[in-house]
């Protein structure tokens, strides 16, 4: 599954990003989730819903638990996605800085 404007958009709630970061920490279930968070059990599925929909989370059952983890295949596309967005910016940065500097020709009109 390609990173796309979806995947991207699911991060910008601060609910799903606070999930991002707990379970970069290792797996948790439903449970553990919402008594870390300001919000209900049923919230906390409805946004792993989402985050899982968008590639970022997978979950594996453990007896009566379910067991939600990052998805590494999904993180790992969401930071290529990024870094070619920081490589396209470092690019547009340098062609900007080298367009404005004086060259040595200009040094030599302005004297």
Do not use: N
């Not at 796309?4 to 999930?19: F, K, M, N, Q, Y």
């Not at 920490?25 to 968008?54: F, M, N, W, Y």
Request: charged letters at 25%.
């Amino acid at each position: 599954m390609p990173i796309d404007s979806e995947a991207i958009a699911v991060l910008g709630d601060a609910s799903r990003r606070a999930l991002v970061e707990i379970l970069a920490a290792g797996p948790c279930s439903v449970a553990d989730l919402a008594r870390r968070l300001p919000i209900t059990r049923p919230a906390v599925s409805q946004h792993l819903k989402v985050l899982s929909e968008a590639g970022l989370v997978t979950h594996r059952t453990s007896g009566t638990r379910h067991l939600y983890q990052l998805d590494p295949q999904g993180v790992a596309r969401l930071r290529t996605y990024l870094d070619d967005l920081w490589q396209a910016a470092l690019f547009q940065f340098k062609a900007a800085a080298e367009q404005s500097q004086p060259t040595e020709e200009d040094d030599h009109e302005q004297r």
